[in-house]
């Protein structure tokens, strides 16, 4: 576990945080959070999934929060609450280990051009171009570049070695960890004559607000339009996202996948990890994409989407299988004539 | 859109850059790029897909870049040309907003052995160690890391947090993206008593002219002859290549692909994204892999290769299939018992 | 090959080095190392693959490493020993190119609360927070960044611009290459009325000792307890290791697979590139995955595992089999049917 500690929290201080209802010991003094199993007594822990209600029932957490309908089984105090998950989550931020001060580090460099308001903390090692315009609060982690005329919403917060290009504007209260590249070029060129014409790449990258994107995450600038990443959209790492795409709202985007130029994510879709994503796609809301599936083609409607040929397989099994698959046609026309030869057959 | 505007150039300017016949008005001030539709009258627009041909009704633009053929369909001025998308490319590298100025910032390292010419644009924050030498006209942007007797050639662009390892060598005009890591040690280790035995990699990688590679991605050095990347080759995003891989001249790699070690990539290849391609592997000259395919063999002539299932369908659907994949060899052997019963069956 | 050149090792001193039995010229000066094939009479080669048995009497190798049995077809200097490639293995590490002296650099900054032995190599633009703790004759290239309380063991070294989230521990003599972010947070979220909340991301990671991580990989923290990879365990680049995976000791793990949230890979486990694997997985010790596999479901036993189609074929071939993929289920049902209608013709 960490090894910065937060100062204790009275369970009554959290219950009303959380506005949750208290049954127990107000004065309860919590130093952390835990698993049901990981517990003890300074700990909070939290009960969201029913699977983990044997846990709950040997627990040794000082406090546990939960939904009323397990109350009866809790054996410490509790924190009652209608989606005890989301509580989990909410106490957790209270919690949150690394604390930045305002200021702007002597080993930064500024350009003077930059608008930095007293409130942000810049690191040392950070690297601020001509025309930025910082919000409120806005935190930049060690050895981050931001190129010309970046703006970054108030309370933004970049992890070391972040990269953004000229012109990315991003939202308030959105994250970036770290070796994220946000702005680089599109992959655009024009074959002519056995080359590739570099098209340069005269968009940019608009982010919303509440955004947060993982590490080594790469979000290429527009061609002409701009690439536009909505409010509330969630991003892990390692994921790729090409000039000219459009993420709606709250959508959320697993890690190591890739999407290709000018696609369309619907609001609210979830795109688990190691997907790929065709160029030109439309997809339309409240879509969710299986892992390591392909989608080459628009969605259209709602609803839970998968390809390729399942999980692994004893290697011997597999390879039976898979070579089938390079005749399946074959397979299939001898199916139709068997059909035939069944329907002409004397009964 | 770019925050940052480039002066407006005379579309007769324009039309000799290009070499295309004007037709309308010469004096035309051209203050950007934008699609037909998004084009206002300063706006210099294209067609280069017969399916935008409405669009160029419609269009705003103060003057399209086309081919003869659509000459008559203009409804502004028009850049006349055979080969109206490269037309696009061109003109768009006039329109870049970012200049770089001469010199090197205090804030960068550099090694007193290193030989960097008064042309070059040393950024704040970029170090350079022993024995480097840069052509004229590199730029390094804020944060790039050259590690030991690394050379670049004229024109060479880093875009900032740019990792070069030891003895790398780069060809004349090529670009790499933030982020990416040239020189790395490939993964190699002899398996020895139950642990992974190093084997330094002492090759190193040589990259041609006029290449340009995407943020986040990786080339490895070599074993003990070099990583080699063609002239002319350029590469997306989150691309991983490996110790001894040899990419041919003008090939093209989409983003998030992999290619395993000492694996051979003929010339004018195009990968898609996405894609796995196994090692010791030789692809012919004028390949192209479709996105998410693997490659597991040699392709000996030029063609269209793919693998998988393609595009995702419904999960329940896709479950059934994926059900039964699992079983393909059997399946097809039942097939074969009917062909043989039915071959027996009495007519 | 590499432009930096360690000095010539004498052969007798080699085949002490290596416990191997020398056969020829002991005084023999040897420069560097090279395939059989390209090496002249300064370089040491080696005979691991009996594929190359052809290179072995042709070469002009100054000394080759090869077993007893192909001593005899050896027309130069031999260090014979039980493992050949092994050999090459450890002789390669004394042809390593680049050299760190002590000390740290005057553009490091470093918390004073961090503690940092005199043995030590710290390079300009290293950025080492507050509590940080390294261990003896660590090594940090350019560009890095320790957050808060990070501990190193001995003789680690981080190659240029890795990023250390804080209190990420790692064991004695690991090695991190370039762009790699190790502790940043999981991808953990509570869906609540249409966004996203935040699960503070509580845990860190904790990886062994002799560990190597290549380029562009990610490691994230844990949400509770830590994420942690085992001793002697390699990774490769562009790697994403999700919040609280744990992989076992000896394990190996290609470039650009992906493994998600609360799997455990067993010991000496070998993960091919391109792999996805699900979250909360158990996969046991000795277990091989196939390139571009997906593991989805726990694997209990030792073995090689795979799925997928298996590499390309030519696109109208696989278009054909895709398509009729898409109707797999329904295919097998017919095959039932058949098999109905001839168990019900007359014989």
């Known amino acids: 576990m960490n090894t910065l500690k ?13 506005d949750a209802e208290l049954v127990g010991d107000a004065d309860k003094a919590i130093t952390g959070i835990s698993t049901l199993i990981s517990a003890t007594s300074e700990h909070l822990s939290f009960l969201a999934n029913p699977k983990y209600l044997g846990g709950l029932q040997e627990t040794s957490a000082g406090a546990v929060i939960l939904s009323r309908k397990n109350l009866a089984l809790c054996p410490c105090s509790a924190l009652v609450m209608d989606d005890p998950y989301w509580g989990y989550a909410r106490v957790s931020q209270l919690f949150r280990a690394v604390k930045h001060e305002s200021g702007v580090h002597p080993a ?28 409120e609060n806005v935190i930049l982690e060690p050895g981050c570049v931001l190129g010309q005329n970046v703006q970054l919403g108030d309370g933004c917060h970049l992890h070391a070695n972040v990269t953004l290009y000229h012109g990315v504007k991003i939202g308030a209260q959105s994250v970036i960890h770290s070796c994220s590249v946000i702005g680089a070029d599109g992959f655009g060129y024009a074959p002519h004559e056995g080359r590739w014409e570099k098209i340069e790449q005269l968009g940019s990258v608009r982010i919303g607000k509440s955004v947060e994107i993982g590490a080594n995450t ?76 392909l989608v080459s083609k628009n969605i259209t409607k709602a609803g839970v989407y998968a390809s390729g040929t399942g999980g692994v397989m004893e290697n011997r099994q597999w390879q039976k299988n898979a070579v089938r698959f390079r005749k399946l046609s074959e397979l299939a026309k001898r199916v139709e004539s068997l059909e035939k030869g069944l329907a002409e057959a004397p009964d």
């Open 6 to 18: 937060a100062a204790p929290l009275a369970l009554e201080g959290i219950a009303k945080y959380l």
């Open 108 to 135: 930064a460099i500024i350009s003077d051009s930059a608008s930095v308001p007293a409130s942000a903390s810049i690191a040392p090692g950070v690297i601020i171009e001509a025309g930025v315009v910082l919000g």
């Open 218 to 293: 790469t979000i290429d600038r527009g061609a002409l339009d701009d690439t536009i990443i909505g409010d509330g959209v969630i991003i892990d790492n390692q994921v790729q996202i090409a000039h000219n795409v459009i993420v709606g709202d709250g959508a959320a985007i697993a890690g190591s996948t890739a999407i290709a130029g000018s696609t369309k994510i619907g609001r609210y879709c979830t795109i688990a990890g190691a997907v790929a994503i065709s160029g030109h796609i439309d997809i339309a809301d409240n879509v969710h994409v299986k892992g390591m599936s």
